[in-house]
């Protein structure tokens, strides 16, 4: 039983198209992440959600557009897409404890996203 | 200030070898700092997690050694074997709750390990 699962897995598109990424995690956790990967790994957060608030955003292009419908669920929507969004994306969920202190990440196997 | 710099990009050790990756920050608000493990085709996974109240945890063949004053920290794998061959990343995270960045990991360059048999 996954725990956190993205789709699609790949995705092959050209310039100037519209693409989403689904996300769900069955974790019980109420904060979720997107971050980008990379050709080089590097791992960057790009986003955050508690409970359905954003509450991180890295200075992402407009363009990225992060949506929760419910604290198990989050989706990116990317528009007009370009060669430099190539890269992979994963989600993440985590729990906050009391405090407000997150733990654990636990991340997606990740959205290989190709734009040619 | 908010980055993490993880070196070497990339080791090749024999199996049993203790290969050895080292992070260093300059932010000294960092006060978490987890290793995370990255197969090809998967996503991370929590490796080890330390806090700087501490200089050494050790789980199993883990161990993250920490010098506060130095702003390092490393990942020391004892008797590695040819399945530990994966991306080790360090990362770091600010103090403080998830209203401001708590949670927010920044990580490392990511160290590309192989464990030869």
């Known amino acids: 039983d996954t725990a956190v699962s993205q789709t699609p897995k790949y995705l092959v598109t050209q310039m100037g198209n519209d693409k989403s990424i689904k996300c769900e995690q069955n974790?019980?956790?109420?904060?979720m992440y997107w971050y980008k990967q990379d050709s080089k790994k590097f791992l960057k957060i790009m986003f955050s959600?508690?409970?359905?608030?954003?509450?991180i955003n890295e200075t992402v292009p407009n363009r990225f557009s992060p949506k929760s419908p419910d604290k198990a669920h989050l989706n990116l929507h990317i528009n007009s897409l370009e060669l430099g969004d190539s890269a992979v994306y994963f989600c993440?969920?985590?729990?906050?404890?009391?405090?407000?202190?997150?733990?654990?990440?636990?991340f997606g196997e990740g959205s290989r996203l190709t734009v040619l | 200030q908010q980055q993490v710099k993880q070196s070497p990009q990339s080791l090749i050790v024999q199996k049993g070898g203790i290969p050895i990756i080292n992070c260093a920050y300059e932010n000294t608000a960092f006060d978490y700092f987890p290793w995370y493990q990255q197969f090809p085709g998967k996503g991370p996974a929590l490796l080890i997690a330390?806090?700087?109240?501490?200089s050494e945890k050790k789980e199993g063949r883990f161990t993250i050694s920490f010098n506060k004053s130095a702003k390092q920290f490393s990942l020391h794998i004892m008797d590695s074997q040819p399945g530990d061959s994966a991306t080790y990343f360090c990362?770091?995270?600010?103090?403080?709750?998830?209203?401001?960045?708590?949670?927010?990991?920044?990580f490392g360059q990511g160290t590309e390990l192989s464990v030869k048999p």
């Open positions: 959600y508690n409970n359905k608030e954003l509450i």
């Open positions: 993440a969920s985590s729990q906050v404890y009391g405090g407000g202190y997150t733990g654990e990440l636990f």
């Open positions: 330390i806090r700087p109240d501490v």
């Open positions: 990362a770091a995270s600010p103090s403080g709750t998830y209203y401001n960045q708590g949670g927010k990991l920044i």
């Open positions: 974790l019980g956790h109420d904060t």
